[in-house]
DNA sequence: TAACGATTTTGACTTTTGTCAAATAATCAA
DNA sequence: TTGATTATTTGACAAAAGTCAAAATCGTTA
């Protein structure tokens, strides 16, 4: 969602266009376990985040929290289905470390997307590649042992072995705590 | 990808717009074990299942077929990566009955991006809409025991059951086909 | 620094799932 | 209809993963 130069030539981005997007987006700071968005809202927001780090996370039956996704600087929080649909998100959204974002709101969003018409072809391809995570991570799990799991997941996210939980990594490869522990001690 | 009236209305689509539309689709006709795309090609078309019944699949690291997804009367086949990015496919999409479909080639698509912007959005609820499929695939396998998986694959697609292989349900489910065997005998 | 809480590891055990091979059952073409 | 092929079930066993509870470790703050 940040406009770098790149995207801008793809999409034939004018330096008028550019310049509306960048008016339409403000920062926003969360502290550690502060929300960015909680289930049963709808979101207000995406964006973009500049530092730190989130997750989003549901409950299972027995109210164990189980992440869905991590979001470190760099990434975009594109809850598209509630934030599009106007429907009340699935997820909460929580800020692990101290983190900074860009945002921008539905509305000025939607004004983007009137303006620019190319912004609905950004957002079709972030959509469209943010399937394919999506299929590459559920065919992880259709081919992959836990261990196979978690050492793609140590490859894919190194630096965040470092910046959460081993209960938070652990649920988010679908691996119980003390198996992932022994797991990690036979490697 | 089929245009229907819902779909006109809500996406503003006029007259001619429809009809532009409509002109670019043709009807394409696979027996069974027919590709429709193979691994390693550009996709050439997208399109909508009006009959039969195909599915996608990768293989393993021990030449078993995987399959990733199934495409019953009135669902999509949008390859979007391939088709969109014009890169290689990765996976195969075979009928599994003899399938009638109407397909839209890349060439005649772009053209509909460009001429009728609606296009555009269109696909990007579309995407949204895939990637929000795929999120709740990796949720089922993150938080589901393979009894649950199949059990809910059973309410899910109770038409499947009778028109594929188990051992294919089995792939698609992420099982090994004797354990599906005799969890079908349990429940 | 001591003490508390949260996180991680470990042990002992159970359950789930996979593997391999053989036996049935079902399907299809000659 | 009959083989041949393919799909499914079953048995015996092995490996992977989960459960529960306790211990060890770590980090934070009073």
Chains 1, 2 share one sequence.
């Not at 049963?40 to 964006?47: F, L, P, R, S």
């Not at 620019?116 to 399937?131: E, G, T, V």
């Amino acid at each position: 969602m940040k406009i770098d130069e790149n995207i801008a030539r793809h999409y034939n981005l004018t330096e008028e266009d550019i310049a509306l997007t960048m008016s339409g987006y403000v920062p926003m700071k969360l502290k550690a376990n502060d929300f960015f968005l909680q289930e049963g809202e709808v979101a207000d927001y995406i964006g973009f985040v500049t530092k730190g780090l989130l997750r989003s996370y549901v409950y299972d039956d027995f109210a164990n929290e189980i992440t869905s996704d991590f979001f470190p600087e760099n990434t975009l929080i594109i809850s598209f289905d509630s934030f599009n649909n106007r429907v009340p998100a699935k997820e909460y959204i929580k800020a692990i470390e101290d983190s900074e974002l860009m945002v921008i709101s539905y509305e000025k969003q939607k004004e983007l997307y009137q303006k620019i018409p190319a912004w609905n072809l950004i957002c079709r391809d972030l959509a469209d590649y943010k399937s394919r995570e999506m299929i590459e991570r559920a065919k992880k799990f259709q081919m992959m042992s836990a261990t196979e799991r978690y050492q793609n997941f140590c490859t894919e996210h190194p630096d965040l072995l470092q910046r959460t939980t081993l209960g938070t990594i652990a649920s988010y490869i679908g691996v119980d705590i003390a198996t992932l522990s022994r797991i990690r001690k036979k490697i």
